[in-house]
């Protein structure tokens, strides 16, 4: 009788822990309470939770960037209108019928054009700058209050974007890209000349800098990415704004020139002046006019060639987010396969152990009736 009582706690016991397992799943919808329910089961569970996690956070980082690139894309179209405009003002300037006095005001039109460009060269979304490449919080571009000059304040970088998980693909363009152009190659070895405000890269995209290394107001070198503990080219000042050196660093040479430069060129043979103030011929003029002419029209294919390279890496993104969007769709599947309860299952169950608990409870019943003299009999 004695082992009878102790079978039944012990089965009673069974039906407890399981009735306690099934109405956690019941209330909860969750397959495991515990990881030591099912260690496999569980540790799967949680890897595709934490895959969930990661492609939820790089969602999110799409989503957040989305902004980013159509306020590229819409800079980018805003600036070639821009340029084309400049481009015919500078065709209709570059007549003979056109006067002089309206060559100073086409003048005035196109210094107001050049501000245009300035002011989206430093477009900024959500505290993001679109043109310094990595250094977003860089204000791109900057005008010298003195001689009028515009110049880059980043560098050759690209902003990246997390479209996988450890990968990054390239956002949008550099303001090098956009409003520089290629204005002679270098090839190794050979010399070549520059201005200081033309920017010098190799084939790697690496920037050769024009850098005063001593602190003594003297440009000596060109050093790779701006680092003055490197190896320099070596440059002579020519004293007339420009620089001399020799191409050393085992590499082509690109020497991009700046679209600002040329419009500060043109406003001033508009004005028949040189860069100094000083009083130019119309034929003199009319030189330089075509000379620009031509290169903002160079300057205007980049901005071409640039605007769609924002659109092909816009796509590239887009195409990355459509594949994470179906990785969360079928990771919630599987989580919700492999983390939720049946509960057809445990409906089941829970009936079948409420009849064993009647069975067991009439059993117990049974047993707690029985007494020495009804056992005698």
């Given amino acids: 009788m004695v082992n009878s009582i102790n079978t039944i706690m012990y089965n009673l016991d069974i039906l407890n822990y399981r009735n306690n397992k099934v109405n956690h799943g019941l209330s909860t919808n969750e397959a495991l309470e515990y990881g030591s329910d099912d260690s496999i089961r569980y540790d799967y569970i949680l890897g595709v939770k934490n895959d969930i996690n990661i492609y939820t956070s790089i969602n999110e980082s799409i989503n957040y960037n989305t902004v980013f690139n159509t306020s590229s894309d819409t800079a980018l179209a805003e600036i070639k209108s821009v340029t084309e405009s400049i481009l015919s003002e500078l065709i209709k300037a570059n007549t003979d019928t056109t006067s002089d006095e309206g060559r100073v005001v086409i003048a005035g039109q196109v210094e107001d054009y050049k501000q245009l460009l300035l002011s989206l060269s430093n477009t900024s979304v959500d505290n993001q700058y679109l043109f310094s490449g990595v250094n977003t919080d860089i204000n791109p571009f900057l005008e010298d209050e003195t001689t009028g000059k515009i110049s880059y304040q980043s560098d050759n970088s690209s902003k990246q974007v997390n479209v996988e998980e450890n990968r990054y693909v390239s956002q ?21 000349t520059f201005s200081s405000n033309e920017i010098i890269l190799d084939e790697e995209g690496n920037e050769w800098r024009l850098m005063d290394s001593n602190n003594d107001g003297t440009s000596e070198g060109l050093f790779l990415n701006g680092d003055i503990t490197s190896s320099s080219m070596i440059v002579t000042d020519n004293s007339d704004g420009t620089f001399s050196a020799v191409n050393t660093s085992n590499s082509s040479l690109e020497i991009k020139h700046s679209i600002f430069d040329d419009l500060n060129e043109v406003i001033n043979a508009l004005k028949l002046e040189d860069e100094d103030g000083n009083t130019i011929s119309k034929d003199d003029a009319s030189v330089i006019l075509s000379a620009t002419l031509e290169n903002i029209d160079t300057a205007y294919d980049s901005q ?12 590239t993104i887009n195409t990355y987010q459509d594949i994470v969007q179906t990785k969360l769709t079928n990771l919630t599947i599987l989580e919700n396969e492999y983390a939720s309860a049946d509960l057809t299952a445990l409906a089941v169950e829970a009936q079948a152990l409420e009849n064993t608990y009647s069975a067991l409870y009439s059993t117990i019943n049974r047993v707690n009736s029985l007494s020495l003299i009804n056992y005698l009999k």
Avoid: K, L, M
């Fill in 304 to 315: 071409n060639i640039s605007h769609s390279i924002v659109g092909t890496r816009t796509n």
């Fill in 172 to 192: 949008g363009v550099n303001g090098i890209d956009v409003f520089y152009y290629t204005n002679n190659s270098v090839e190794d070895t050979d010399s070549f």
